[in-house]
């Protein structure tokens, strides 16, 4: 057997998320694959002051907008896409409460592989020219900002260019539809910017759909694109995305993505949402509960299901994961 | 497996058996104005919202070889059961023939400069073409924003990969609802870039892509003046005239001599649309 990292979800976020960090999430886009349960622990937990950096916004950022969990973010798209503005995000940097730090979704993706290969910057040819080079939320005094995304010269061509700062948040947690016991993953669906960005982080935590045995890694090595050996700890929480979607596993839960945008488009609307939909559940089993069963049969009959038929066969059963996660090294060796 | 190709119901009703002329919404007229844009065999990018539908009925109705692709690098796909939420949405990730990623969609294909058209939406554009999705500032304070960056009055989305493929591709078409606040003078933010401040601004930064070639929105469609790159009005449709477009545009709207009437759409296109359309988002009266 591999090393074997299954940490449960609040003790990984107990362990690897402390306030003022600079926190990223590995999703794939705004309604795509994020790892929002391991966003509803930090608000469980009272995480303070956190630095976001999403690629996109998510419904996991709307909500550590809207309960203050974070005062600082840097995105390259705020909204819910076709789910509209996200009201809790909105409603802070409204009121000044968070600074929000725009760029574009190309100069995240950008910046994060300029973390992972160490590169002082990285030339822009996006973002130059526009105000997301000139206005900065992080110097509002600057005008047009210089350090944002200062200009340079090509030293070949002499041409004025743009560069970006490279990116290495303390931590990222990144969903991934199937992860062994080591960390070794497959993500179905776009990557986005998940593979770049778990080279950036200094820590990195995985939040999976599945625990699959490692013979299925050993099965399709190609499709591994985050190996274990930079992965610290394994989560393994059913539905962590809702109500976002995860190929290959569930659609999006298209009602309880607009409640929560109602919900947190006010303070109070934010403080109904935490107690009913975060406070009320502490296990795997009330989680789903919450969700509720007729609810998750329907988002498991998803269009896209056929895409975890090659991996099925490998699906480590529940009563197996939590033996693992009960054996696991981390907290034998803390312990 | 059968299941994963899912085809489309098709539940829009037979237009040839509708009485009298055919009828469309404002929307579909712009969704099938802005695919006529996108020629055949063009490697082409869909932003999310109403462009992805005008994207893919162009695939549909007249361009079987455009490459379709969104900036969530999901390529070959063509969208199931409506508009999709989103770009890596699962009704355009069932029938996917590659999942890539932004790096790879925005960056290896658009910032290289190979994507030939994109197709982005927006909540404000100026005379040069200029998008804000970002943010409406107080205008009683001046125009917008000052010298100090100060929290928006109205925060929006900001720019995604629009900024990108605004910077990237050959020629974008901007897919807009015809209204004066929308229509202004000067953007409050640009989040994408169209001309700048016209003429040949854009050559002071060196964008690899060529800027927008088309405004389309829900009463007809501008193109830049060859020189000065400001929006001229270029067309109207069936049901709106130059006296509506110029009172619904926020600055001066010059008319380009040979403008006129673009030719309705057609029964096929619109069947086409509907196919894509299965929801009826562009059938929905605001």
């Known amino acids: ?335 | 497996m059968s299941t994963a190709t899912a085809t489309r119901t098709d539940s829009a009703p037979e237009a040839a058996e509708r009485k009298g002329p055919l009828r469309y919404s404002r929307q579909e007229m712009m969704a099938i104005a802005a695919g006529r844009e996108i020629k055949d065999g063009e490697l082409a990018i869909f932003g999310v919202g109403l462009s992805l539908l005008a994207g893919y009925f162009a695939q549909e109705h007249h361009g079987p070889n455009i490459r379709s692709m969104t900036e969530g690098g999901i390529y070959g796909a063509t969208p199931i059961g409506g508009l999709p939420w989103g770009i890596e949405c699962n009704r355009l990730s069932a029938n996917a023939t590659s999942f890539t990623g932004g790096l790879d969609a925005l960056g290896f294909l658009v910032a290289s400069g190979r994507v030939d058209v994109g197709l982005i939406g927006a909540a404000q554009v100026d005379k040069f073409g200029n998008v804000n999705t970002t943010g409406i500032w107080d205008r009683s304070k001046g125009n917008g924003l000052g010298d100090t960056y100060t929290p928006p009055k109205t925060r929006l989305t900001g720019a995604g990969g629009a900024n990108d493929i605004a910077s990237g591709a050959k020629r974008t078409v901007i897919m807009v609802t015809h209204e004066a606040k929308r229509f202004v003078d000067k953007v409050d933010y640009i989040s994408s870039p169209g001309y700048l401040e016209g003429g040949d601004a854009r050559a002071r930064y060196g964008f690899v892509g060529g800027g927008p070639s088309a405004i389309v929105t829900t009463l007809g469609i501008l193109r830049p003046h060859p020189e000065t790159k400001e929006f001229w009005l270029d067309a109207y449709y069936p049901f709106s005239s130059v006296d509506e477009v110029r009172a619904q545009t926020g600055w001066d709207l010059k008319v380009f001599r040979h403008a006129s009437m673009i030719a309705p759409p057609t029964v096929a296109e619109v069947e086409a649309l509907r196919r894509v359309d299965v929801t009826g988002m562009l059938r929905r009266e605001k």
């Open chain 1, 1 to 335: 057997m591999s090393i074997n990292k299954l940490l449960p979800l609040a003790e990984a976020a107990q362990r690897y998320a402390g306030d003022g960090i600079q926190y990223a999430s590995g999703a794939g886009l705004p309604v795509g694959a994020d790892a929002i349960a391991f966003g509803r622990e930090l608000v469980r937990q009272g995480r303070r002051n956190l630095h976001a950096l999403f690629h996109c916004n998510t419904q996991q950022l709307n909500l550590l907008a809207a309960a203050g969990t974070v005062d600082k973010a840097e995105v390259g798209f705020s909204g819910l896409e076709g789910f509209g503005f996200a009201n809790g995000l909105r409603r802070v940097v409204e009121e000044g409460k968070l600074a929000l730090e725009d760029y574009s979704n190309l100069a995240m993706a950008l910046r994060f592989l300029g973390g992972a290969l160490n590169w002082p910057f990285v030339p822009a040819t996006t973002c130059i020219g526009s105000d997301i080079q000139q206005r900065s939320a992080f110097a509002p005094e600057e005008y047009p900002a210089t350090g944002k995304i200062p200009e340079i010269a090509d030293p070949f061509s002499g041409r004025t260019l743009g560069a970006y700062s490279p990116l290495k948040p303390d931590l990222a947690v990144i969903h991934v539809t199937l992860a062994d016991p080591e960390g070794n993953a497959i993500m179905i669906g776009s990557e986005w910017s998940r593979f770049e960005l778990s080279r950036a982080a200094k820590r990195l935590v995985l939040v999976a759909d599945h625990i699959v045995d490692t013979d299925c890694m050993r099965q399709y090595p190609n499709l591994v694109r985050i190996p274990g050996l930079i992965v610290d700890a394994v989560v393994w929480w059913p539905f962590s995305a809702w109500p976002a979607a995860s190929p290959g596993v569930h659609d999006v839960d298209e009602a309880h993505t607009k409640l929560m945008n109602e919900w947190l488009a006010t303070e109070e609307g934010t403080f109904r949402y935490i107690d009913r939909y975060i406070f009320s559940y502490q296990t795997v089993d009330a989680y789903l509960n919450l969700i509720g069963q007729d609810v998750i049969s329907k988002l498991e009959d998803s269009p896209t299901r056929f895409l975890l038929d090659p991996y099925r066969q490998w699906i480590l059963d529940r009563a197996k994961v939590e033996q693992l996660q009960a054996e696991n090294h981390i907290l034998k060796r803390a312990a």
